[in-house]
Protein backbone atom coordinates (compact mmCIF):
# COMPACT_ATOMS: atom_id res chain seq x y z
CA UNK A 1 0.00 0.00 0.00
CA UNK A 2 0.99 3.40 -0.60
CA UNK A 3 0.80 5.92 2.37
CA UNK A 4 1.19 9.60 2.41
CA UNK A 5 2.55 10.70 6.17
CA UNK A 6 0.06 12.32 7.67
CA UNK A 7 -0.21 15.89 9.13
CA UNK A 8 1.01 15.17 12.42
CA UNK A 9 2.43 18.64 12.99
CA UNK A 10 0.13 19.21 16.34
CA UNK A 11 1.41 16.17 17.85
CA UNK A 12 4.61 16.64 16.62
CA UNK A 13 5.03 20.48 18.27
CA UNK A 14 2.44 19.91 21.37
CA UNK A 15 2.64 16.61 22.51
CA UNK A 16 5.77 14.83 25.05
CA UNK A 17 8.27 13.34 23.68
CA UNK A 18 7.81 9.88 25.30
CA UNK A 19 5.05 9.06 22.86
CA UNK A 20 5.86 6.28 21.54
CA UNK A 21 3.35 3.50 19.32
CA UNK A 22 2.89 6.67 17.15
CA UNK A 23 6.19 6.93 16.40
CA UNK A 24 6.14 3.15 14.70
CA UNK A 25 2.66 3.90 13.53
CA UNK A 26 2.72 7.35 11.23
CA UNK A 27 -0.84 7.31 10.77
CA UNK A 28 -3.91 9.28 12.30
CA UNK A 29 -6.78 7.03 12.87
CA UNK A 30 -10.04 7.48 12.69
CA UNK A 31 -12.01 4.58 12.91
CA UNK A 32 -11.66 0.98 14.34
CA UNK A 33 -13.91 -2.41 13.80
CA UNK A 34 -12.90 -5.86 14.94
CA UNK A 35 -9.84 -6.67 13.84
CA UNK A 36 -9.53 -3.42 11.78
CA UNK A 37 -7.96 0.17 11.67
CA UNK A 38 -8.96 2.89 9.65
CA UNK A 39 -6.80 5.88 9.12
CA UNK A 40 -8.29 9.10 8.10
CA UNK A 41 -6.72 8.94 4.61
CA UNK A 42 -8.93 5.51 4.37
CA UNK A 43 -5.96 3.16 4.59
CA UNK A 44 -7.01 0.08 6.35
CA UNK A 45 -4.83 -1.94 8.90
CA UNK A 46 -5.28 -5.17 10.42
CA UNK A 47 -4.96 -5.34 14.06
CA UNK A 48 -2.47 -7.67 15.65
CA UNK A 49 -1.71 -5.44 18.71
CA UNK A 50 -5.23 -5.54 19.86
CA UNK A 51 -4.30 -2.68 21.78
CA UNK A 52 -1.37 -4.12 23.95
CA UNK A 53 -3.97 -7.09 24.67
CA UNK A 54 -6.72 -4.83 25.93
CA UNK A 55 -9.24 -5.20 23.33
CA UNK A 56 -9.10 -9.00 23.41
CA UNK A 57 -12.60 -9.17 21.74
CA UNK A 58 -11.44 -6.80 19.23
CA UNK A 59 -12.74 -2.90 18.21
CA UNK A 60 -16.19 -1.89 19.09
CA UNK A 61 -17.46 -4.97 19.83
CA UNK A 62 -21.31 -4.11 18.77
CA UNK A 63 -22.37 -6.89 21.55
CA UNK A 64 -20.53 -4.49 24.21
CA UNK A 65 -21.25 -1.35 22.20
CA UNK A 66 -24.87 -2.00 22.62
CA UNK A 67 -24.84 -2.87 26.57
CA UNK A 68 -22.66 0.58 26.70
CA UNK A 69 -24.76 2.41 24.45
CA UNK A 70 -27.74 1.57 26.32
CA UNK A 71 -26.99 1.89 29.91
CA UNK A 72 -25.30 5.80 28.94
CA UNK A 73 -28.82 6.28 26.70
CA UNK A 74 -30.60 5.72 30.64
CA UNK A 75 -28.83 8.01 32.41
CA UNK A 76 -26.68 4.84 34.36
CA UNK A 77 -24.16 6.31 36.94
CA UNK A 78 -20.60 6.87 35.30
CA UNK A 79 -18.57 7.55 38.16
CA UNK A 80 -19.00 6.05 41.84
CA UNK A 81 -16.25 5.50 43.67
CA UNK A 82 -16.68 2.20 45.55
CA UNK A 83 -20.45 3.28 45.61
CA UNK A 84 -23.01 0.77 45.28
CA UNK A 85 -24.78 0.42 41.64
CA UNK A 86 -26.48 -1.81 39.77
CA UNK A 87 -23.63 -1.87 37.11
CA UNK A 88 -20.83 -3.38 40.10
CA UNK A 89 -23.56 -5.82 41.15
CA UNK A 90 -23.69 -7.23 37.73
CA UNK A 91 -20.20 -7.39 37.08
CA UNK A 92 -19.43 -9.22 40.42
CA UNK A 93 -22.58 -11.83 39.91
CA UNK A 94 -21.15 -12.53 36.35
CA UNK A 95 -17.79 -12.73 37.74
CA UNK A 96 -18.63 -14.97 39.93
CA UNK A 97 -20.89 -17.05 38.42
CA UNK A 98 -19.11 -17.77 34.96
CA UNK A 99 -15.63 -17.26 36.07
CA UNK A 100 -14.80 -18.07 40.22
CA UNK A 101 -17.05 -20.78 40.79
CA UNK A 102 -16.20 -23.15 37.96
CA UNK A 103 -12.67 -22.97 38.77
CA UNK A 104 -13.43 -23.67 42.03
CA UNK A 105 -11.60 -19.81 43.02
CA UNK A 106 -12.42 -18.31 46.32
CA UNK A 107 -11.18 -14.67 45.76
CA UNK A 108 -12.43 -11.50 46.90
CA UNK A 109 -12.43 -8.65 44.56
CA UNK A 110 -10.94 -5.55 44.80
CA UNK A 111 -11.37 -2.73 42.76
CA UNK A 112 -7.81 -0.58 43.03
CA UNK A 113 -8.16 1.47 39.91
CA UNK A 114 -8.09 1.83 35.95
CA UNK A 115 -5.15 0.68 35.28
CA UNK A 116 -2.51 -2.53 35.52
CA UNK A 117 0.41 -0.62 37.57
CA UNK A 118 -2.61 0.29 40.13
CA UNK A 119 -3.71 -3.46 40.70
CA UNK A 120 -0.06 -4.29 40.95
CA UNK A 121 0.83 -1.87 43.62
CA UNK A 122 -2.39 -2.78 45.65
CA UNK A 123 -1.20 -6.81 45.05
CA UNK A 124 2.19 -5.60 46.67
CA UNK A 125 1.13 -3.30 49.16
CA UNK A 126 -1.23 -6.17 50.34
CA UNK A 127 1.25 -8.89 50.82
CA UNK A 128 3.39 -6.62 52.75
CA UNK A 129 1.03 -5.72 54.80
CA UNK A 130 -0.16 -9.50 55.38
CA UNK A 131 3.39 -10.78 56.23
CA UNK A 132 5.08 -7.81 57.74
CA UNK A 133 8.04 -7.93 55.24
CA UNK A 134 9.23 -6.02 53.16
CA UNK A 135 11.26 -7.67 50.53
CA UNK A 136 9.33 -8.39 47.31
CA UNK A 137 10.78 -11.37 44.47
CA UNK A 138 10.29 -10.72 40.59
CA UNK A 139 12.51 -12.21 37.86
CA UNK A 140 14.41 -11.59 35.32
CA UNK A 141 12.90 -9.82 32.43
CA UNK A 142 9.62 -8.95 34.33
CA UNK A 143 7.11 -5.83 32.94
CA UNK A 144 4.39 -5.40 36.08
CA UNK A 145 4.29 -1.50 35.31
CA UNK A 146 5.39 2.08 34.94
CA UNK A 147 4.59 3.12 38.74
CA UNK A 148 7.61 3.24 41.57
CA UNK A 149 6.18 -0.02 43.38
CA UNK A 150 5.56 -1.48 39.62
CA UNK A 151 8.68 -0.44 38.70
CA UNK A 152 10.94 -2.02 41.52
CA UNK A 153 9.91 -5.23 40.42
CA UNK A 154 10.10 -4.49 36.44
CA UNK A 155 13.20 -6.12 34.83
CA UNK A 156 13.56 -3.73 32.16
CA UNK A 157 16.58 -1.08 32.54
CA UNK A 158 15.62 2.26 30.49
CA UNK A 159 11.90 2.09 32.17
CA UNK A 160 14.07 1.68 35.70
CA UNK A 161 15.92 4.41 34.99
CA UNK A 162 12.78 6.83 34.02
CA UNK A 163 11.98 6.35 38.08
CA UNK A 164 14.71 9.16 38.98
CA UNK A 165 15.12 7.62 42.57
CA UNK A 166 16.69 4.00 44.05
CA UNK A 167 13.89 1.40 43.60
CA UNK A 168 14.50 -0.62 46.59
CA UNK A 169 12.34 -3.95 48.24
CA UNK A 170 12.86 -6.05 44.97
CA UNK A 171 14.81 -8.84 44.05
CA UNK A 172 15.09 -10.56 40.68
CA UNK A 173 15.24 -13.63 40.52
CA UNK A 174 16.20 -15.79 36.97
CA UNK A 175 12.87 -16.85 35.22
CA UNK A 176 12.39 -20.52 33.43
CA UNK A 177 14.97 -21.25 31.30
CA UNK A 178 16.87 -18.70 32.28
CA UNK A 179 19.77 -20.41 32.31
CA UNK A 180 18.94 -22.58 29.02
CA UNK A 181 18.52 -25.46 31.35
CA UNK A 182 21.85 -25.86 32.39
CA UNK A 183 20.99 -24.90 35.97
CA UNK A 184 18.20 -26.79 38.08
CA UNK A 185 15.19 -24.86 38.51
CA UNK A 186 15.07 -22.22 41.92
CA UNK A 187 18.67 -23.53 43.25
CA UNK A 188 19.51 -19.78 43.40
CA UNK A 189 16.72 -18.57 44.69
CA UNK A 190 16.64 -21.72 47.28
CA UNK A 191 19.92 -21.37 48.32
CA UNK A 192 19.43 -18.04 49.20
CA UNK A 193 16.57 -18.31 51.16
CA UNK A 194 18.57 -20.92 52.95
CA UNK A 195 22.00 -19.00 53.80
CA UNK A 196 21.91 -16.78 56.69
CA UNK A 197 24.58 -14.75 55.39
CA UNK A 198 22.91 -14.28 51.55
CA UNK A 199 21.66 -10.74 52.46
CA UNK A 200 18.13 -11.31 51.30
CA UNK A 201 15.64 -10.82 53.37
CA UNK A 202 12.83 -12.84 53.96
CA UNK A 203 10.14 -12.32 51.13
CA UNK A 204 6.76 -11.33 51.44
CA UNK A 205 5.69 -12.36 48.39
CA UNK A 206 7.04 -13.31 44.67
CA UNK A 207 5.48 -11.97 41.58
CA UNK A 208 5.26 -13.35 38.04
CA UNK A 209 4.25 -13.63 34.98
CA UNK A 210 3.54 -16.76 33.52
CA UNK A 211 4.30 -15.89 30.02
CA UNK A 212 6.62 -12.85 29.91
CA UNK A 213 4.76 -10.36 27.27
CA UNK A 214 7.07 -7.17 27.18
CA UNK A 215 9.95 -9.09 28.46
CA UNK A 216 10.00 -11.10 24.51
CA UNK A 217 7.30 -13.83 24.77
CA UNK A 218 9.16 -15.86 27.91
CA UNK A 219 6.79 -19.04 28.46
CA UNK A 220 6.78 -20.30 32.03
CA UNK A 221 6.48 -24.17 31.55
CA UNK A 222 3.68 -25.55 33.82
CA UNK A 223 6.07 -27.44 35.89
CA UNK A 224 7.94 -24.53 37.04
CA UNK A 225 5.04 -23.01 37.75
CA UNK A 226 3.81 -25.50 40.06
CA UNK A 227 7.63 -25.44 41.65
CA UNK A 228 7.01 -22.17 42.15
CA UNK A 229 4.20 -22.56 44.05
CA UNK A 230 5.49 -25.11 46.13
CA UNK A 231 8.66 -23.30 47.06
CA UNK A 232 6.11 -20.20 47.70
CA UNK A 233 4.05 -22.41 50.05
CA UNK A 234 7.08 -24.35 51.57
CA UNK A 235 8.80 -20.91 52.89
CA UNK A 236 5.53 -18.56 53.55
CA UNK A 237 5.53 -16.56 51.00
CA UNK A 238 2.78 -15.41 49.41
CA UNK A 239 2.36 -15.81 45.39
CA UNK A 240 1.32 -13.34 42.78
CA UNK A 241 0.28 -13.72 39.15
CA UNK A 242 0.50 -10.98 36.84
CA UNK A 243 -2.21 -11.73 34.61
CA UNK A 244 -2.89 -8.45 33.23
CA UNK A 245 -1.85 -9.16 29.97
CA UNK A 246 -2.06 -13.00 29.57
CA UNK A 247 -5.10 -12.96 31.31
CA UNK A 248 -8.74 -13.37 29.91
CA UNK A 249 -8.17 -15.43 27.75
CA UNK A 250 -5.36 -14.52 25.90
CA UNK A 251 -3.61 -17.98 26.60
CA UNK A 252 -6.77 -19.93 26.30
CA UNK A 253 -8.22 -20.62 29.97
CA UNK A 254 -9.32 -17.56 31.37
CA UNK A 255 -6.62 -17.20 33.55
CA UNK A 256 -3.41 -17.92 32.12
CA UNK A 257 -2.23 -20.22 35.27
CA UNK A 258 -5.40 -22.76 34.86
CA UNK A 259 -2.96 -25.05 32.75
CA UNK A 260 -0.18 -25.13 35.56
CA UNK A 261 -2.61 -26.28 37.91
CA UNK A 262 -2.39 -23.85 40.97
CA UNK A 263 -3.90 -21.22 42.63
CA UNK A 264 -1.86 -18.41 43.53
CA UNK A 265 -2.84 -16.16 46.65
CA UNK A 266 -2.96 -12.73 44.40
CA UNK A 267 -4.11 -12.53 40.94
CA UNK A 268 -3.96 -8.81 39.32
CA UNK A 269 -6.09 -8.17 35.99
CA UNK A 270 -6.48 -5.15 33.53
CA UNK A 271 -6.13 -4.48 30.06
CA UNK A 272 -8.95 -7.10 28.50
CA UNK A 273 -11.18 -7.36 31.62
CA UNK A 274 -13.23 -4.15 30.80
CA UNK A 275 -13.91 -5.80 26.87
CA UNK A 276 -14.58 -2.45 25.46
CA UNK A 277 -10.64 -1.18 25.79
CA UNK A 278 -12.25 1.15 29.08
CA UNK A 279 -10.07 1.57 31.94
CA UNK A 280 -10.41 -1.12 35.01
CA UNK A 281 -8.69 -3.36 36.92
CA UNK A 282 -9.10 -5.78 39.36
CA UNK A 283 -6.97 -7.92 42.16
CA UNK A 284 -8.46 -10.79 43.25
CA UNK A 285 -6.80 -12.59 46.79
CA UNK A 286 -8.03 -15.10 48.99
CA UNK A 287 -10.85 -14.31 51.56
CA UNK A 288 -7.94 -14.69 54.76
CA UNK A 289 -5.51 -12.05 52.69
CA UNK A 290 -8.48 -9.56 53.19
CA UNK A 291 -7.13 -7.37 55.99
CA UNK A 292 -7.82 -3.94 54.21
CA UNK A 293 -8.55 -1.34 56.30
CA UNK A 294 -12.06 0.90 54.89
CA UNK A 295 -9.98 3.28 52.64
CA UNK A 296 -6.79 2.13 53.68
CA UNK A 297 -5.97 1.77 49.66
CA UNK A 298 -8.48 3.64 47.42
CA UNK A 299 -8.68 5.66 43.99
CA UNK A 300 -10.64 8.04 42.61
CA UNK A 301 -11.39 5.67 39.49
CA UNK A 302 -11.95 2.90 40.62
CA UNK A 303 -16.00 2.30 39.95
CA UNK A 304 -15.97 2.93 36.08
CA UNK A 305 -19.38 1.82 35.63
CA UNK A 306 -19.19 1.74 32.18
CA UNK A 307 -16.30 -0.71 32.13
CA UNK A 308 -18.62 -2.87 34.61
CA UNK A 309 -21.05 -3.23 31.82
CA UNK A 310 -18.85 -3.99 29.23
CA UNK A 311 -17.37 -5.98 31.14
CA UNK A 312 -20.35 -7.87 32.45
CA UNK A 313 -21.69 -8.33 28.49
CA UNK A 314 -17.82 -9.43 27.53
CA UNK A 315 -18.37 -12.85 30.60
CA UNK A 316 -21.87 -13.56 29.64
CA UNK A 317 -21.50 -13.25 25.86
CA UNK A 318 -17.83 -14.80 25.86
CA UNK A 319 -17.46 -17.35 29.03
CA UNK A 320 -21.16 -18.73 30.22
CA UNK A 321 -20.54 -21.90 27.46
CA UNK A 322 -16.36 -22.72 27.17
CA UNK A 323 -16.24 -21.89 23.75
CA UNK A 324 -13.81 -19.08 23.62
CA UNK A 325 -11.41 -21.10 25.18
CA UNK A 326 -11.33 -24.01 22.65
CA UNK A 327 -11.73 -20.96 19.72
CA UNK A 328 -8.54 -19.39 20.79
CA UNK A 329 -6.86 -22.79 21.69
CA UNK A 330 -7.50 -23.59 17.37
CA UNK A 331 -6.75 -20.26 16.30
CA UNK A 332 -3.22 -20.66 18.42
CA UNK A 333 -2.56 -23.66 16.50
CA UNK A 334 -3.33 -21.94 13.37
CA UNK A 335 -0.77 -19.31 14.37
CA UNK A 336 1.96 -21.74 15.32
CA UNK A 337 1.74 -23.46 12.04
CA UNK A 338 2.78 -20.50 10.27
CA UNK A 339 5.02 -19.00 12.14
CA UNK A 340 6.70 -22.78 11.86
CA UNK A 341 6.75 -22.40 8.38
CA UNK A 342 8.60 -18.57 8.14
CA UNK A 343 10.96 -20.15 10.76
CA UNK A 344 11.65 -23.48 7.96
CA UNK A 345 11.74 -21.04 5.32
CA UNK A 346 14.61 -18.90 7.01
CA UNK A 347 17.38 -21.58 7.88
CA UNK A 348 20.01 -19.34 8.52
CA UNK A 349 18.25 -16.12 9.58
CA UNK A 350 18.22 -16.75 13.42
CA UNK A 351 14.61 -16.81 13.94
CA UNK A 352 12.89 -18.85 16.47
CA UNK A 353 9.26 -18.92 17.51
CA UNK A 354 7.05 -19.56 20.76
CA UNK A 355 4.25 -18.51 22.58
CA UNK A 356 0.75 -20.03 23.62
CA UNK A 357 -2.87 -19.54 22.92
CA UNK A 358 -3.13 -16.03 20.76
CA UNK A 359 0.41 -14.71 22.05
CA UNK A 360 3.45 -15.47 20.13
CA UNK A 361 6.82 -14.21 19.02
CA UNK A 362 9.21 -14.12 16.59
CA UNK A 363 12.95 -13.65 17.89
CA UNK A 364 15.35 -12.29 15.90
CA UNK A 365 19.34 -13.33 16.49
CA UNK A 366 19.60 -10.11 15.20
CA UNK A 367 17.19 -7.61 17.14
CA UNK A 368 17.21 -4.62 14.60
CA UNK A 369 15.68 -7.00 11.93
CA UNK A 370 12.63 -7.43 14.48
CA UNK A 371 11.76 -3.49 14.49
CA UNK A 372 12.71 -3.37 10.81
CA UNK A 373 9.99 -6.11 10.20
CA UNK A 374 7.26 -4.10 11.92
CA UNK A 375 7.82 -1.32 9.94
CA UNK A 376 7.50 -2.99 6.81
CA UNK A 377 4.48 -4.88 7.97
CA UNK A 378 2.98 -1.26 8.44
CA UNK A 379 3.68 -0.25 5.27
CA UNK A 380 1.38 -3.54 4.00
CA UNK A 381 -1.18 -2.73 6.50
CA UNK A 382 -0.62 -4.90 9.55
CA UNK A 383 -0.14 -3.39 13.09
CA UNK A 384 2.99 -5.37 14.98
CA UNK A 385 5.40 -4.18 17.70
CA UNK A 386 8.24 -5.61 19.42
CA UNK A 387 9.02 -6.78 22.27
CA UNK A 388 11.84 -8.21 24.31
CA UNK A 389 15.08 -6.27 26.11
CA UNK A 390 16.45 -5.42 23.10
CA UNK A 391 13.13 -5.13 21.00
CA UNK A 392 14.22 -8.33 19.30
CA UNK A 393 11.04 -10.00 19.45
CA UNK A 394 8.08 -9.60 17.07
CA UNK A 395 5.06 -9.82 18.75
CA UNK A 396 1.67 -10.69 18.08
CA UNK A 397 -1.44 -10.31 19.86
CA UNK A 398 -4.65 -10.48 17.70
CA UNK A 399 -8.02 -10.20 19.31
CA UNK A 400 -9.38 -13.17 20.50
CA UNK A 401 -12.23 -13.06 17.90
CA UNK A 402 -10.13 -12.78 14.50
CA UNK A 403 -11.65 -14.80 12.31
CA UNK A 404 -9.26 -17.49 10.55
CA UNK A 405 -9.31 -15.60 7.37
CA UNK A 406 -8.16 -12.58 9.01
CA UNK A 407 -5.16 -14.68 10.60
CA UNK A 408 -4.37 -16.19 7.34
CA UNK A 409 -4.46 -12.60 6.01
CA UNK A 410 -1.89 -10.95 8.72
CA UNK A 411 0.46 -14.40 8.84
CA UNK A 412 0.52 -13.84 5.33
CA UNK A 413 1.67 -10.04 5.27
CA UNK A 414 4.08 -11.16 8.29
CA UNK A 415 5.40 -14.00 6.07
CA UNK A 416 6.22 -11.18 3.36
CA UNK A 417 7.86 -8.85 5.68
CA UNK A 418 10.20 -11.22 7.04
CA UNK A 419 11.15 -12.11 3.61
CA UNK A 420 11.80 -8.57 2.38
CA UNK A 421 13.35 -7.97 5.53
CA UNK A 422 15.64 -10.95 6.33
Known sequence: MTITPPALSVFESLESEVRSYCRGWPAVFDRAKGSHMYDEDGHTYLDFFSGAGALNYGHNNPVLKRALLDYLERDGVTHGLDMGTTAKRAFLESFQNAILRPRDLPYK???????????????????????GREAIVSFTNAFHGMSLGALAVTGNSMKRAGAGIPLVHGTPMPFDNYFDGQIPDFLWFERLLEDQGSGLNQPAAVIVETIQGEGGINVARPEWLRALADLCHRRDMLLIVDDIQMGCGRTGAFFSFEEAGITPDIVTLSKSISGYGLPMSLALFKPELDVWEPGEHNGTFRGNNPAFVTATAALDTYWADGQMEKQTIARGEQVEQALRAIVEEHPGAGVSHRGRGLVWGLEFTEAAQAGEICKRAFDLGLLLETSGPQSEVVKLLPALTTTPEELDEGLRILARAVRETV
Open 109 to 131: VMFPGPTGTNAVEAALKLARKVK
